[in-house]
């Protein structure tokens, strides 16, 4: 599908991935409807990007029914970017139920709402995309990231199996998995560094592939350095080699310092 002229719903359009993705499709000539929950960022967004007629729709997609309602005040959109997400970082026995249900909410049951609600409209106009921002931790498992791998697990099974629905009714949909960013975004605000041999990729490298997954109807791409790609692919291949590598001291040391160093008020 070609960008220019189209409209796209982008959530956690404020964060650090967001900001990039909004930039690359804009740049691309598609008009946006941006969405997160801080208006006044939203509207200074919209105001520095390339075209003039994109819109802000705040929406709190924690809250019940807040993914529907956003998805009523972007219908009509060509493409979905399914990009909000909260980190989900940290042992499981220090979450709240609540914190959980959050977490579950905003990285895979709004992300599945939203094309729920917009991919009819999608399939009467003959053309669409929907993209899930995913992460290389929904292809493998970490120690202390087990909420954020059940939800990221889980989208990526969600995306993969409505492919298969909708690539025959031609709606493309795709996952775009980043590794570690740097510059910005839920991992470089942490601070903290990558574990033992991991690399990083960039905010720009994620807007490229969401760019990419679109132009080319991609089914997958992961976006990170080669050697991350492959630890990660070998969790979906071996996951009991992969979780015995993941268990021992250094995995435990390095997972520890990453979780640890995200802010809590990210739950
Ligand atoms: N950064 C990385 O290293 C990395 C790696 C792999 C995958 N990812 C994925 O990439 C996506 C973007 O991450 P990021 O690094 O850009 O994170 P970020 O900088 O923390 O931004 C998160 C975005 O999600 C929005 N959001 C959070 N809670 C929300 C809620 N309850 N309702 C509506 N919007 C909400 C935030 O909006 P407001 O706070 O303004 O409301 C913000 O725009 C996520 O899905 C993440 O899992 C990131």
Known sequence: MEIAARTALLTGATGGLGRAIAQRLAGAGASLVLSGRREE???????SLPGDDHRVVVADLAEDGEAERLAAAAAGV?????NAGLPGAGWLAEFTAEEVKRALRVNLEAPMLLARALFPEMLEHGSGHLVFVSSLSGKSASPRTSVYNATKFGLRGFA???????APRGIGVSLVSPGFVRDAGMFADT???TPPGMGTTTPVAVADAVHKAIVEDKVEIAVAPL????????????PAISVRAQSGSVGQR??????????????
């Open 78 to 82: 060509d493409i979905l970017v399914a």
């Open 254 to 267: 390095a997972a520890a310092e990453v979780t640890g160093a995200h802010s809590k008020d990210k739950r």
């Open 160 to 166: 993969l199996g409505l492919r298969t629905d909708l």
């Open 41 to 47: 960022d939203l509207k200074a967004l919209a105001e």
């Open 191 to 193: 601070g903290a560094k």
């Open 227 to 238: 050697l991350d790609r492959v630890a990660a692919h070998a969790g979906l291949v071996s």
